[in-house]
């Protein structure tokens, strides 16, 4: 498995008082073998947490599905952000974000 992690900010424009009006700052993790990747991100605000958000399959981006949650590569993607500290994991389903309950 390979592993790629890049951190980013997203925030507004500073105000007069120098203050955003939104500051997100976050990690995402890239698990891929082959042409399989399963994307995942975790909030620096919320450092026990991540989500897995989505997966590409020869770079078209699709839906995770729960099946995909139980690919070698997605419980080598959980052991891994398990091992970050990131001890609550969730998915965005069809319906907004569920938790993984598979170990």
């Given amino acids: 498995m390979d592993i790629a992690t890049t951190h980013h900010i997203d925030c ?3 105000d007069a008082a120098g203050f955003c009006e939104y500051y997100y700052e976050y990690d995402i993790f890239r698990f891929s073998e082959g042409s399989f990747t399963l994307v995942a991100r975790g909030y620096t605000d919320s450092p ?6 989505r997966i590409e399959r020869e770079g078209v981006i699709e839906r995770i ?12 993607a959980a052991d891994h952000l398990r091992s970050l500290g990131r001890r609550k994991i969730d998915w965005l389903g069809p319906v907004g974000y569920a938790p993984v309950t598979i170990q």
């Avoid at 026990?48 to 958000?53: G, I, V, W």
């Avoid at 995909?68 to 080598?76: E, H, I, K, V």
């Fill in 12 to 14: 507004s424009e500073k």
């Fill in 48 to 53: 026990s947490e991540a989500h897995f958000l």
């Fill in 65 to 76: 599905s729960e099946a995909d949650l139980r690919t070698p590569l997605a419980l080598a």
